[in-house]
C-alpha cells in the first residue's frame, strides 16, 4: 500500500501534549536514584511533572523487587496515589508491554479487566501468531466500544504499513486510536537521531494523532522535531536520562520541562489533561 505525501499539520492553535514516561519497565535505582518504582514515587513524580508542563503520564509499575509488572491492582493502586497527588489534571495511560515477561494472552487479559481509561499496546506484541486474527479483531473492537484511548507503539515503518492495514481491513473500528513512533529502540546501542523520524511519517497517512519517544542522549531534538511535524512529545527515564547538553537529569521534570521549552519556541502551546483527553479521545 503506498503511502499518501506527508503534508504536516498546521501548527497554531494546536497543543502539543508532553508525555512523561519516567520509568519503563527496566530502569532500576542503580540507573538513577530517581527512577520512581512504587506507587508513591510515581504520584510524586506526576506532581513535579505536571507542574513542568507534561499533561500526560506513560504508567509502568513494578513488583516489589523492581521487576516489570503487568497487574490489574497493582496500576489500580498506581493509578489511585497518582490521582491523589494530581486529581484529573494528568491523563494516565498504564503500558501492555510484554518486556520479554509476559504473553500477548496475558496481555490482552490485564487491558480487559482493568479496562484503563488510555493504554499503549505494542502492534508487534499482540498481532502474533499466538492470537488468531478473529482475537484480535474482537480485542480492537472492545477497545473501541468502550472509548479506551489506546497508542499503539509502533517500531519503524513496517509496524506503521501493517497498521493502516488492518485499518484497511476493517479490523480497527472507529475508537480513541492514536500512534507512537519508537525511534532507535532496535539501532544500536538504542540511540536515535531525528533523521529516524522521516521513514516513519513518509510511510504514514495522518489519519491519527502521532507521538514520538527516541532512545538516547539525543531525545530531546527527536521529540521537537516531531513537535516541529505537527507530532507529540514523550520523555523520560523510560527512554533517556540526559538532559540535552549530556548531564545527567536531575529527574523526569527536568526532561518534561526541556520539551515544553521546544515546544514553545516553535509556537506551539501546551496541552492541558483535558486537551489530551480531547485530541487522544476523539472517535476516529
Known amino acids: 500500500?503506498?503511502?499518501?505525501?506527508?503534508?504536516?499539520?498546521?501548527?497554531?492553535?494546536?497543543?502539543?501534549?508532553?508525555?512523561?514516561?519516567?520509568?519503563?519497565?527496566?530502569?532500576?535505582?542503580?540507573?538513577?536514584?530517581?527512577?520512581?518504582?512504587t506507587a508513591d514515587a510515581l504520584a510524586r513524580e506526576a506532581r513535579a511533572c505536571l507542574d513542568a508542563g507534561a499533561a500526560m503520564m506513560h504508567m509502568h509499575v513494578r513488583k516489589p523487587d523492581g521487576s516489570h509488572l503487568l497487574d490489574a491492582q497493582a496500576y489500580r493502586d498506581a493509578l489511585a496515589a497518582v490521582h491523589r497527588a494530581v486529581g484529573d489534571e494528568l491523563l494516565v495511560q498504564v503500558t501492555s508491554e510484554a518486556a520479554g515477561v509476559y504473553k500477548a494472552a496475558e496481555q490482552i487479559g490485564l487491558v480487559r479487566e482493568l479496562q484503563p481509561e488510555a493504554v499503549s499496546i505494542g502492534l508487534r506484541e499482540i498481532a502474533v501468531p499466538d492470537i488468531p486474527e478473529t482475537e484480535l479483531a474482537a480485542f480492537l473492537a472492545w477497545i473501541a466500544e468502550r472509548r479506551i484511548m489506546a497508542q499503539i507503539i509502533l517500531y519503524d515503518e513496517g509496524d506503521v504499513r501493517r497498521w493502516l492495514s488492518l485499518r484497511q481491513r476493517g479490523m480497527v473500528p472507529p475508537g480513541a486510536w492514536s500512534v507512537l513512533f519508537v525511534l532507535g529502540?532496535?539501532?544500536?546501542?538504542?540511540?536515535?537521531?531525528?533523521?529516524?523520524?522521516l521513514p516513519f511519517l513518509n510511510a504514514y497517512d495522518q489519519s491519527?494523532?502521532?507521538?514520538?519517544?527516541?532512545?538516547?542522549?539525543?531525545?530531546?531534538?527527536?521529540?521537537?522535531?516531531?513537535?516541529?511535524?505537527?507530532?507529540?512529545?514523550?520523555?523520560?527515564?523510560?527512554?533517556?536520562?540526559?538532559?540535552?547538553?549530556?548531564?545527567?537529569?536531575?529527574?523526569?521534570?527536568?526532561?518534561?520541562?526541556?520539551?515544553?521549552?521546544?515546544a514553545k519556541a516553535l509556537g506551539r502551546p501546551l496541552a492541558t489533561a483535558a486537551d489530551a483527553r480531547r485530541i487522544y479521545g476523539a472517535v476516529r
Request: charged share 10%.
Open 208 to 262: 491519527l494523532p502521532w507521538a514520538v519517544c527516541a532512545f538516547g542522549p539525543e531525545e530531546n531534538a527527536c521529540v521537537t522535531t516531531a513537535a516541529a511535524f505537527g507530532g507529540h512529545m514523550r520523555v523520560g527515564f523510560e527512554n533517556n536520562l540526559k538532559l540535552r547538553d549530556g548531564s545527567l537529569a536531575p529527574g523526569n521534570a527536568a526532561l518534561v520541562a526541556q520539551a515544553a521549552q521546544g
Open 185 to 197: 529502540r532496535y539501532s544500536a546501542g538504542q540511540t536515535s537521531s531525528a533523521h529516524d523520524l
Open 1 to 37: 500500500m503506498s503511502a499518501l505525501p506527508f503534508v504536516p499539520a498546521p501548527l497554531a492553535d494546536a497543543p502539543v501534549i508532553v508525555t512523561v514516561a519516567p520509568n519503563g519497565a527496566y530502569k532500576q535505582a542503580a540507573d538513577h536514584p530517581a527512577v520512581p518504582l
